[in-house]
Structure formats: C-alpha cells, structure tokens
C-alpha cells in the first residue's frame, strides 16, 4: 500500500503532537515543573543551551561518533566479509566475536589508556571498538546464512573466489545487512561517545555537559539537553538512511 506525499508529511506531525499531549498530561500529574518540565518549558530551556554555546558540545560530540562510525564501518565490514565467505572461519571466530561485542563499551577506554593513549585517540577508539565488533558479526552471519545456490552458479560458470566476494556477494550483504548495521551503530556511536565524554571529560561533548546540568536542582534545563540530543540522533540516522538510498539505487 503506497503512502500519498501529504500523509508522509501529516504523519510525523500528528505523532509528535500526541506525544507533545501526553507528554504535558504527565508533566500536570506530576504538578512539579522543577522535577518534571512539560514540553513548553523544555523546549525553553533547549533554545536556552543553544544560546550558552551547547551547539558547540553537539557538533564536538557528532565529530566524534561520525569519526568512529567510519572507522567501525572501515574495519568491521572487510572483517565480517571475510570471516563470512570462508564459513570455518567464521566457525572458529563467531565465540570470539559474541564475547567482545559483549563488553561493556565504555571499559574499552582502559585498554587505550593501559597502552599509552589518551585524549581524542581513546576516546574515538573506544566508541569505534564498541560498534567494530558488532558490524563484524552481523556481516560475517549475512554471508554465512546466505544461500550456497547462488554463489554454486557462480562457481559453475568458474567465477573465482575473489570475484565472487567482490562482484556479487558484497552488493549481496550492502542491502540485506551493511546498511541497516550502519543504521543502528550510527546511534550506538553517539550514545556510546556520550558515555566516554561523561568518563574522559573533554573541553566540549554532550557527556560533559550533561555532568554539570545533573548538579541543579531544575530538571528543565536536563530534559531540554535530551530533546537536542535526541534531534541530533534523529538528524544522524536520516542522513545515513538517506544516503543508503541513494547509495542501494537498485532496490
């Protein structure tokens, strides 16, 4: 069932504003403005940290997630290609690769600080080891559950391994894994960027900003920073999703 190009506009609109009405329908149960703020009040004080300079802390945090996205995207995707294709290899990392994309994301610091590093290096290694793992196993299990009938023809028309993985199994795991892994490490980048600001606190980042606005008592200015942080998660995926489009022109 296709959607008209107005109902694709309404939509949105309308589930904002009912998620606008409940959230005021709470913010009056509760009738503490200082505890819990209704949407009025937390988009002023939103436009109130933009004012202050929290744009700088947005975009120094987005750099930082974008910086280690590409960088998981650039190791894990080669990684789980190659791990998939040949399946016991696979067999024998898929313990490893469960074990690591298993820990604990923000400890992965240590690691940096225990070999020397410090600063921006820890910090964008650490987010970009903490999404690495995971677009490795996703991809590595794409290509390991792909059917063999396909890569069989190939093989019958004694195509080679390497023109295989590269001319049809890639573009195979672009649409059925690589893009929607991409998606959702592009939002486990920023939340996890906003853990290591918190732990390695920098000159600017939404994780140190957000230690000092939990040490006032008005909860208004904390929810405005989740509402800009929450806009600038949604603008990230939408421009990964709309680049994907373009990107997988065929589907």
Request: net charge positive; charged share 10%; aromatic share 10%.
């Amino acid at each position: 069932m296709k959607i008209s190009s107005s109902s694709r506009v309404c939509l949105p609109v309308v589930g904002i504003m009912v998620l606008m009405l409940v959230w005021q329908a709470a913010a009056v149960l509760v009738s503490d403005p200082l505890s819990f703020p209704g949407p009025l009040e937390t988009i002023q004080a939103a436009c109130q940290l933009l004012a202050g300079g929290y744009w700088r802390d947005l975009l120094a945090t987005s750099a930082r997630a974008l910086s280690a996205w590409i960088l998981a995207l650039a190791l894990g995707v080669p990684t789980g290609l190659l791990l998939g294709f040949w399946s016991h290899l696979y067999d024998s990392c898929r313990a490893v690769l469960a074990f690591l994309r298993s820990l604990p994301s923000y400890l992965l610091i240590t690691v940096f600080v225990v070999m020397g590093h410090s600063g921006e290096t820890a910090r964008v290694g650490t987010v970009m080891l903490a999404s690495a793992w995971i677009i490795a196993d996703e991809c590595a299990e794409s290509l390991y559950t792909l059917s063999p009938s396909r890569i069989d023809v190939l093989r019958a028309f004694r195509a080679s391994s390497w023109f295989i993985l590269t001319r049809a199994l890639i573009f195979e795991a672009l649409g059925r894994t690589i893009i929607p892994v991409a998606r959702t490490t592009i939002g486990i980048c920023f939340v996890v960027s906003t853990v290591v600001e918190a732990l390695a606190v920098p000159t600017y980042g939404v994780g140190a900003r957000l230690l000092s606005l939990f040490a006032v008592a008005n909860m208004a200015p904390v929810f405005g920073f989740l509402l800009l942080t929450g806009l600038m998660g949604v603008s990230l995926n939408s421009i990964v999703h709309r680049s994907a489009r373009l990107l997988i022109f065929w589907s």
